[in-house]
Every structure is written in C-alpha cells, then in structure tokens.
C-alpha cells in the first residue's frame, strides 16, 4: 500500500480482488469497466486512469491530477455523488473502483425524451443543487457539470435518482488563493473561464443554468456552428429563450435560468483565448484581482442564498404534488367502487329482464296453445250442439202425437243437463259463449 497525502493506492494487482467484466464506457485517458467483488459479489465500476509515465510525454494523466481527484472523491458521502470504494495502482494505470451506476448518462435520458416537463426537470435540478450544494459546502467545484456527467441509477424509475460523476477537472478553492486554468466543455464553461480569469465555486452555478435551459427545452442556450463562435457567445453572455422551446415554460424558471447565467462584470474580459498559452506570462493587476476577489466572494454567498431559496420553493412544490396527487387518487377510487356498483347492477338488470323475457316467452307459448285447444272444443262442441237441435227438432215433431206437457219438460231437463255438461267441460270460458237452449220449437 502507498500513500501520497490523503490518496491511499493499493499496490495489489486488482485482478486478485475483482473479477473485471465488460466495458461500460472509455474516454481520452480513461477506461471504465464493469466488475465484481470476488469476497461479497457485489458489482462496481472499476476506472482505469492510464498514467503519464514521464514528464515529456503528452500521454496520460500526471500523477498529481490522480491525486487530487482520489483525494476529492475519499472526502465526498452525498445521496447524489458517486462513491469511492477503492484504489489500485500498477506500473501503467490508477484503478479506481466506484459504485456502479447503471442507469445511463442524463445525456441519453434527454436524447429519449427531447425536452422535459418543468416538473419533470425540477425533480432533476433539485438533486443537482443538492450535490452542488453538498461540494460547495466542502470547498470543492466540480468545474465540468454537464448532462454526460449526470448518471441515472435506474432510468426505468418514474423518478430517477442522479448522481454526479467524474470528479477529474474538480478543485479544492482555497480562499484568497490565485486560481486560474482553461479545461471543461466548451458548451458548458463560465465566463471567467473563457476569459481566464480568477476561478471559484460560482462556475459551477453557471453550468447548472446551461443544464436547466437544456432540461427545459432541448436545446443548448450558447451552442455556435464552431467552437469559437460557442466561447464568443458566452462570453458576450448571448443567449435568448426561443418561444419556440420556451412558449409554456414558467417565468419562475426562466428566472432562475437568469440569475445563473449571470456574467462577473467586475472583470475584464480577455479576448486572447486562442492563444491562452501566452496568459502564464501575462502580469496580473493586483488591485483587479483584490477586486475581484470580494466580489467573487458576494457573489457566492448571493448564489448560495438563492440556491437555499430555491430549494425550499422545491420543496414546497414537491409536498403540493404529492398532496394533489393523493387527492385525485382517492377520487379515482371512489369513482371505480361507484362504477363497479354501476355495473354489477346493469348485469343483475340484464339477467332480470333475460329471465322476463324467456317467461314471457314460455306464457305465450302456453297461451297459443291453450287458444288453440279452446277452438277445437268450441268446434266440436257446436258439431254437438248442432246434432242436440237436430234430435230436438225430431222430438218436436212427435210432439203432435205425444203432448206437449211432457215435451217441455223434457226440453227442460235436457237444457239443464246440457248447462252442467258444458259447465263440467269447459268451465265458464265457453258457456258464457254457447248458451244451448233445446226449446219447443213452434
């Protein structure tokens, strides 16, 4: 084991610990790889940092950046910032050992959906601010936020939860020291770095303002058709909120977009940035940078302000979703338990009248045919009573002979025995129709 101030490197060979596995992504200097514990099974991502192996050399990274970006990362613990697990070293590369975020870059979540929603990209920045907030806190600028530099842990979570990644151009700002460089994105840089001038904490709060622009519309605000023109346009601060992009994002955001993109102008810009080469030699005007000092200092604390601002205005917002969101899911649950009522009645209603219609059915099939039985009998029944008139009319002529006392009796008897027999057959359905009467005909 070798240690270098706070940096702890492991002498070890990496193989021995970890089972290394496919590659996940790979930069200039820089290889990252998928790989697992052998003693918990548990998967990091192993980056393998390819050293500068003398001073003439341009290949690889000095040992001092690998330093500083080891000693960076030992001291950071924050919900939304990769973690450091372990460090090896061999004769060619630094094998920094991180937790796995396998989410996806932010950058690629973006390219999926164009744009965000402003709840959608508030979620986003409110995390950010938070691991900015967190680096800050510690004296740390990260100095190259951008979306590639963002990870998702899971991008199949509604919210996905971010962290903040690579940590290799990141600095400890020491107050009142004289801190110059050129490095980042050119898409994403401050001002003062365009300018080379004096270098703190605040350029990274200019980044968070082109990632929220980018969050909110898809587009990048300072973006040029070359890398001169980009540097041109931040530096002139020259940036605009198309309607295009911008015709339903709040003034709230477009506020706060402002107050972050906000250029030093207590600094004089240095227009020399194609020959930066030439600023190591260049003497600096000590009241100017005394100046500049303070008013870098006012400014963060203005930023820090407003950061702590906005992320109470989150929080509040947050807390009404999440209320409106539980209002309307209740409402929803009333409304299905009312409408699965709803239904099961309908069904009962539809099997009621199933039943109605198949008994109505049935009642006249009954019906028709009870109607045709009537028929016949009244058919039959008149055949009968026909012939009864027939053997009446035959008495009747006898009647000359016999007498007609005991004729009309006769009749009497007869059309009483006929009542009852028809009474007995048909019940009073068809005798309130057929009323024989065997009378003395004349």
Not at 276 to 288: G, K
Not at 367 to 378: I, P
Not at 391 to 410: R, Y
Not at 436 to 441: G, H, K, M, Q, R
Request: some cysteine; aromatic content about 8%.
């Amino acid at each position: 084991m070798r240690t270098l101030g706070m940096a702890v490197f492991k002498q070890q060979k990496v193989e021995d610990f970890y089972d290394i596995v496919e590659e996940l992504g790979s930069g200039q200097f820089a290889i990252v790889k998928r790989c697992i514990e052998k003693s918990t099974g548990v998967e990091y991502a192993a980056k393998f940092i390819k050293k500068r192996l003398n001073r003439a050399s341009r290949r690889g990274v000095r040992r001092e950046e690998i330093e500083r970006e080891v000693d960076i990362l030992q001291d950071l613990q924050h919900p939304n910032i990769i973690t450091l697990h372990d460090v090896y070293e061999n004769r060619t590369d630094v094998v920094l050992i991180l937790e796995l975020v396998s989410g996806g870059e932010l950058f690629d979540f973006l390219a999926q959906k164009e744009s965000l929603s402003e709840e959608e990209a508030t979620e986003f920045i409110k995390q950010i601010l938070n691991g900015v907030q967190y680096l800050h806190s510690k004296k740390i600028a990260h100095f190259d936020l951008k979306p590639e530099n963002i990870m998702l842990l899971d991008n199949n979570a509604l919210l996905p939860r971010i962290k903040l990644i690579d940590f290799g151009l990141a600095h400890r700002i020491k107050d009142g020291a004289d801190f110059k460089n050129i490095f980042g994105t050119p898409e994403f840089v401050a001002p003062e770095i365009v300018n080379y001038e004096q270098l703190g904490l605040e350029a990274d709060m200019w980044s968070v303002g082109v990632i929220t622009y980018i969050l909110l519309s898809g587009a990048s605000p300072f973006l040029g058709d070359s890398k001169q023109e980009t540097l041109a346009n931040i530096s002139a601060v020259n940036f605009e909120f198309d309607e295009e992009f911008f015709g339903s994002t709040s003034e709230l955001a477009k506020s706060f977009i402002r107050q972050l993109l906000v250029k030093d102008t207590s600094m004089l810009p240095n227009n020399t940035y194609v020959n930066f080469e030439r600023f190591a030699s260049v003497l600096e005007d000590i009241s100017l940078v005394e100046m500049g000092l303070e008013n870098v200092s006012q400014k963060r604390e203005s930023l820090q302000d407003d950061v702590e601002a906005l992320l109470s205005i989150y929080t509040e917002k947050e807390a009404w979703y999440k209320e409106e969101s539980e209002s309307i899911r209740q409402e929803l649950s009333r409304v299905r338990y009312e409408f699965r009522k709803a239904e099961a009645l309908r069904k009962g209603l539809q099997e009621d009248l199933r039943t109605t219609d198949a008994n109505l059915a049935n009642m006249d099939s009954r019906y028709l045919t009870r109607e045709a039985h009537l028929s016949s009998l009244r058919q039959e029944l008149n055949a009968e009573l026909r012939w009864l008139q027939e053997v009446m009319g035959s008495l009747n002529g006898e009647a000359g002979k016999t007498g007609l006392g005991s004729i009309s009796v006769l009749n009497n008897e007869l059309n009483e025995a006929l009542k009852e027999l028809l009474s007995r057959a048909c019940g009073g359905e068809l005798c309130s129709q057929v009323k024989p009467d065997i009378s003395e005909s004349s």
